[in-house]
Structures are given as structure tokens and as C-alpha cells.
């Protein structure tokens, strides 16, 4: 016959595992899984360079991308939960700079630092695994959120065009006109000096004839590396609202609003000016991803 304290050794061993069993299912009850994709309504927002006269020479305009991923919501009661999700979502803006520029021609010997007017145009589109955790709210229908998010850039390029006119820059292609170059940029890959072979734009500065490349890759400018342009981190806070149409299915508006300075000051350059040795200027800014997001998704 098996002695009683073994049996009760028995009995309490089970009896725990019983009751971590009982607990595991009624999290697991209160436990709901989602789907989620849609549109991102992105742009940038930070400090303008400004002409002599004060003047802003930068915008950025909105760029739609989209956001797909997955959701696990935990119910403390029927009012009340908190929810994580783990998305793929492209950020970034339409840039645009205009008005009094400079250009630094590098040549066998010296260079010429020439003063004139640029337009750029930039199309930037940067990609991020974000990580939103949020608590929420339900009435009935309608559910309202909010939280913090964290975001790890995996892709960062962008593409575009850039044309220069300056008083000791003559194109040899045609008399009159402007310089024109193509952009075609990878943040993140990217070598100081790197321009694509290929197409060739030939021109005049002071004394010089130049054999420049077409197309110009995101650090062309850069006499050495200073590292990549937008940091890998980015986070902030949401607010949002959702419709549930059934139990399952859901439609959702909510805005992502960055708070991390999203570029690095290290590799920020002025398009406006140089210093008074031709050294590059440094831009010690604050730039922010804004984004509104619009969904569809199930929970189950």
C-alpha cells in the first residue's frame, strides 16, 4: 500500500499542474488573434533650411504606402484590453527642395565651389517592422486605442531628379539650361562618391570640362562617409478608432505620430550652403515620421 505523504506528494503535484492547465486555458479564452492590412498616409515633418531672405526651401508632402501584419489582444474585461501587433509599414515623404543652392565639383587637382540655385525633387520611401502596443477601449461597436509604438528600419531608398543652374557652370550638352541628374538612392547601401556609370552629363566649371554621371547615388556629395542618412530607430505614440461591422471583421483610422529624430545629424547635410572653407554644413535638426493609417482586419 502506497504510504499517504506520497499520495498527497501525488495529489498537490496534480492538483498544480490541474490548476496552471485551468489558468492556461482561460487566458487562452481570453486571448484574441488578428489580421490587419490597409494604407499608410506618411510624410515628414521637421525644420525648413531657409533662403537669405528667410524664405522656406524645403516642403514634404504626404506619400500613400501600405501596412499589413498581425495582432494578439488580451480582454481584461469586456470593456477594457490591451493589445500588441507586429506590422510592415512604408513611411517616408515627397521631398522637395527649391532655390539658392550650391555645388561642390571635384577635380584632379582643387575644386570649385559653385553658388546657384537647385530643385530637388525626392521621393523617399523607408520601410519598418513596428511593434504598437496599445490598450483600448470598447462600447458596442466601437472601440477607441491608444499607446506607443517602436519601429526598426529594414529598407530605405528613394528616387527623384535634381537640377542645378550656377554662375560657373556651363552644360556642354546644350548652351543654355540647367544641369540635369538623376537620383537614384539606397540610404543604406550606399558609398560616399557613388554615382552610376553609364550616362554621363559633361559640363564646363571655370576652366575645367567635366564628365559627371547622370544618375547620382545618396551620398554623391559626400566627400567621406558619415554614415547613413535615417537612423534604424523610430517610435512615438497612436491614437486611433475602430468600427467592428461583425464580431470578427473591423475597419480602423489612427494616427502614428514619431517622436525619435528619424535622420542623423552626422550625415544631415545643408543643400543651402558651405561653410567659408567649402566644408559641408551639418544640419543639428529634429525630422519626424507623421502617418495616418486606414484598415480592414479580422480577430478571432
Known sequence: MTP?????????????????????????????????????FARMDGPSEVSNAGADL?????VTGFHIGLSLSHAFTDYLGIRGELLYTKKGAKYTFDGESF???????????????????????????????LVYGRWK?????????????????????????????IPLQNSIGDLEFNLDYNYRKDDPSLGEGG???????????????????????????????YNSLDYGFIVGVSYYLSRSLFASVRMQY??????????????????????????????????????????F
Open 4 to 40: 499517504f505523504f506520497i499520495r498527497k506528494n501525488y495529489l498537490i503535484r496534480f492538483g498544480s499542474i490541474a490548476l496552471l492547465c485551468l489558468a492556461a486555458v482561460s487566458l487562452s479564452a481570453q486571448l484574441r488573434y488578428g489580421f490587419k492590412t490597409g494604407l499608410n
Open 58 to 62: 524645403e516642403s514634404w508632402k504626404s
Open 103 to 133: 555645388r561642390i565639383f571635384r577635380y584632379d587637382g582643387g575644386l570649385t565651389n559653385s553658388t546657384g540655385t537647385s530643385r530637388y525633387l525626392i521621393n523617399v520611401n523607408n520601410a519598418y517592422l513596428d511593434l504598437p502596443v
Open 141 to 169: 461597436d466601437l472601440e477607441i486605442s491608444a499607446g506607443g509604438y517602436a519601429g526598426l528600419l529594414v529598407q530605405s531608398v528613394g528616387d527623384g531628379s535634381l537640377s542645378y543652374k550656377g554662375g560657373k557652370t
Open 199 to 229: 550616362e554621363t552629363v559633361v559640363a564646363k566649371v571655370d576652366a575645367q570640362t567635366l564628365e559627371l554621371p547622370k544618375t547620382l547615388g545618396a551620398y554623391y556629395d559626400y566627400p567621406d562617409d558619415k554614415g547613413r542618412l
Open 258 to 299: 514619431g517622436l525619435a529624430d528619424i535622420t542623423n545629424n552626422n550625415a544631415d547635410l545643408s543643400k543651402a550652403r558651405t561653410g567659408a572653407d567649402n566644408s559641408l554644413l551639418l544640419r543639428d535638426d529634429k525630422d519626424r515620421n507623421v502617418v495616418i493609417q486606414a484598415s480592414v482586419g479580422f480577430s
